[in-house]
Nanobody, 115 residues
Framework: VQLVESGGGLVQPGGSLKLSCAAS????????MSWYRQAPGKERELVAI????????NYADSVKGRFTISRDNAKNAVYLQMNSLKLDDTAVYYC?????????WGQGTQVTVSS
């Protein structure tokens, strides 16, 4: 199982970014996927989760209405569209899946929101 995030960068408050996570090594369309983030000095926290078919999503209260998780099972990819970014959104963002009882994480992509 391999998860590779991309799309992070430096953005001004109020801006947007779209993160991508490319998955391989497992039958992607059968597994829920999630995005987590970890800010400096803080614990890693769940940002959003999407079911295997994409039919259901859930979000942390802090990002509801601003972030959208989606997936393309034909491309084995999951995305996180982030709008109206705030300073507090600065973190390393990770995608994650649970496969045969084991958690798999990507290497993370840095998102920095700064003026």
């Amino acid at each position: 199982v391999q998860l590779v995030e991309s799309g992070g960068g430096l953005v001004q408050p109020g801006g947007s970014l779209k993160l991508s996570c490319a998955a391989s090594g497992f039958t992607f369309s059968r597994y829920d996927m999630s995005w987590y983030r970890q800010a400096p000095g803080k614990e890693r926290e769940l940002v959003a989760i999407i079911t295997a078919t994409g039919g259901s999503t859930n979000y942390a209260d802090s990002v509801k209405g601003r972030f959208t998780i989606s997936r393309d099972n034909a491309k084995n990819a999951v995305y996180l569209q982030m709008n109206s970014l705030k300073l507090d959104d600065t973190a390393v963002y990770y995608c994650r899946t649970l496969y045969f009882g084991r958690l798999y994480w990507g290497q993370g992509t840095q998102v920095t929101v700064s003026s």
